[in-house]
């Protein structure tokens, strides 16, 4: 799911996405992703449930591209899954480097609304 958000003059791109368990889609999703966002200059803000762990081939590729919001500011062991009993890191906020990641955490408030832990980030655009 994509949506352009427009405030006041900052153009910035929200893609909120749920990636394939099968590593052959997997790869190719990331791959599309990626391909998506070259040579853009926009900010992008791409989150959502990637099923992959952190330190990841897809991963890596995906953090030399954007920021991993947890990797930069978050405490503690970031897990997301299963929500009663986090044990994994599955879900993410990547950001473009636009954004400078002030705050980032995992919400278990309450974890029988999901599967998973959602993550929430503070971002600031700097321009």
């Known amino acids: 799911m994509e949506a352009k958000v427009q405030i006041e003059t900052l ?4 893609i909120v996405t749920h ?6 889609l997997h790869k190719k999703q990331t791959d599309y992703i990626l391909k998506l966002q070259q040579n853009k200059a926009k900010p992008v803000v791409i989150m959502g449930d990637w099923n992959m762990k952190p ?3 897809r991963w ?5 591209e954007f920021q991993d919001a947890w990797e930069t500011v978050g405490k503690g062991t ?9 044990r994994t890191r599955l ?5 473009s480097h636009h954004f400078d990641i002030m705050d980032a955490g995992v919400v278990n408030i309450m974890p029988e ?5 959602p993550v929430v980030a503070t971002l600031f655009f700097w321009g």
């Open 91 to 95: 879900d993410y906020i990547f950001a």
């Open 11 to 14: 153009s910035l791109q929200i």
């Open 113 to 117: 609304a999901s599967d998973h832990l």
């Open 78 to 86: 970031g897990f997301t899954y299963p929500a009663h009993r986090p």
């Open 55 to 57: 330190g990841s081939k």
């Open 60 to 64: 890596q590729n995906l953090t030399k």
């Open 19 to 24: 990636l394939s368990l099968n590593p052959l």
